[in-house]
């Protein structure tokens, strides 16, 4: 029995209600988002259930919306994958400013390098981490480079336009 | 504060006032790396030890970290191909490939069959470059650097084929979105048929060498071992994983650039040690092989590249003399080209396992956010719990045969 995408929607629904929403096919990947405070359940459940059974983090990446409203301001994407029925499944979450989560190490012992990438580049706090330090970059940093505020290069350049060079809303 | 949080000498050191050997020697500290000529690539481990015999380990990684996913974050997509090529620079096509297989998925460009079978050529011939290395060099380490020899040639063999391709041999910057950037010349085929004469011989007399080895197999089997289940809370993909017995495969299980026009098999080890880990390789060449035979075999005619003048460069002549080509390339290259606001995840199957690109984007010439899935970065955390109870020769055996690239771990 193919696992649907129906199916893990209502499942979803009804063990944890309003704490899962935005359920979205993604192209070719299902997606929804899940709390902060539940994700941890959430991610266990679509583990150790037998049916769902996604039993593979693939990957797990931070990103920084500094755009968004203060309870949005930077989200943490899981890719869950089920390798018996070939199944790939995307969860969000979304932090406010000074991110907090709970670890997920605790369930994958992969997630363990993925979280000290997003602690190093985010500044995203996952609780109950064995060893959250900073993986790639020198332990004296102080800043999280891949937030949006950080600049890729400095300042005071003049000989570089950014409404040539950057993002700006009219190339859009 | 946790001790683990501390530097690792510090974290020994005081493991070592507190514990003693049974002949009551003291325990030592060892600095393997950062730059040692055994670890081929920038790895350091601290290493607690009782005499050879490995303790505890903790990697330092970093070294060559080059912030691609910032660099990418200001970058249009054509441009991001570079920062690929530097990742695992042993199997660069396969990068590149993926990288234009990520974009064209995002702007839902339906690629020509001829310009997919070559890519699955290239990919190929990549996976077999990365494999040969993966393997000689795990010979030169348990000290038989003849076979090296015999087949280290036939990566020059392969560079040849992807100069005649694109121009570059290491850091190929291969490809176009929606193909290649220029035809296959003739002088390429002929490359190609020449290296799938002569290297099935060479590979076959590599592999005589060590199959059957005595010194061999009493290095590397049992030496290692990852069961299956560790392997996949690991996130072990690739060669690594199906060493352990579990045939996933990106390849198979989700087919790209027309894959399921092959026919191919997986092969798989069985516990997960160094021996089938280069038996694995070994046998995933003979596949890649058959793969490329197959794709020559029934390779279509057709453009090398889809025609979207959009996203894809005219040629240069044209720009020169012709309106509209002028007009396209002079928006493609200022950034003025219609791009979905979209998330999407593409994998493929690379040297070491599921490569992966998650793309954000929001409407611009650049990507909002690129994550790398990278399948060193995520495997080599199993090499502690690998190396823990082992002798120090057998560190620098299980790391080379994981194929670790530091390129790729680093980013």
Known sequence: MALEIEFIKEKMISKYG??????????????FEATPDEIHDVIR???????????????????HFPDNDENHQFAIVYHLHNWVENVRIRVKTYLPESPEVPTITDLFLCANWMEREAWDFYGINFIGHPQLKRILNM????????????PMEDGGRTDKDDRFFGRTPANC | ?????????????????????EDGSELSILNLGPTHPATHGIFQNILLMDGEKILDAEPTIGYIHRAFEKIAENRPFYQINVLTDRMNYCSSPINNMAWWMTVEKLLNIEVPKRAQYLRVIVMELARIADHLICNSILGVDTGAYTGFLYVFQFREKIYEIYEEICGARLTTNMGRIGGFERAWSDEAFKKLNVFLEEFPIAWKEFENLFERNRIFIDRTVN??????????????????????GIDYDVRKAAPYSSYEDFDFDIPV??????????????????????????????????????????YYLPPKEDVYHNMESL????????????VPVAEIYH??????GELGFYLITDGSRTPYRLKFRRPCYVYYQAYTEMIKGGMLSDAIVILSSLNVIAGELDA
């Open chain 1, 139 to 150: 332990e004296e940093m102080v800043s999280h480079p891949m937030r949006k505020e950080f």
């Open chain 2, 269 to 310: 080890g069985q516990s997960g040690d160094t021996y089938d880990r280069f038996c694995v390789r070994n046998a995933e060449v003979w596949q890649s092989l058959s793969i490329i035979r197959q794709a020559l075999a029934k390779l279509p005619e057709g453009p090398y590249h889809a025609d979207v003048p959009d």
């Open chain 1, 18 to 31: 309003n704490k899962v929403l935005n359920f979205e096919m993604s192209r070719d990947i299902f997606s």
């Open chain 1, 45 to 63: 459940f679509l583990k150790e259930d037998e049916q769902l059974n996604f039993h593979f983090l693939t990957d797990l990446a931070g990103v």
């Open chain 2, 1 to 21: 504060m946790s001790d683990l949080l501390l530097p690792p000498e510090h974290r020994y050191a005081k493991i070592i006032e507190k514990m003693r050997n």
């Open chain 2, 223 to 244: 030496v290692g071992p990852i069961s299956a289940e560790k392997a996949m809370q690991y996130g072990l993909t690739g060669p690594n994983l199906r060493a352990a």
């Open chain 2, 347 to 352: 994998a493929v199957e690379g040297g070491n």
């Open chain 2, 327 to 338: 007009i396209y390339h002079f928006k493609i290259v200022m950034g003025e080209v219609p």
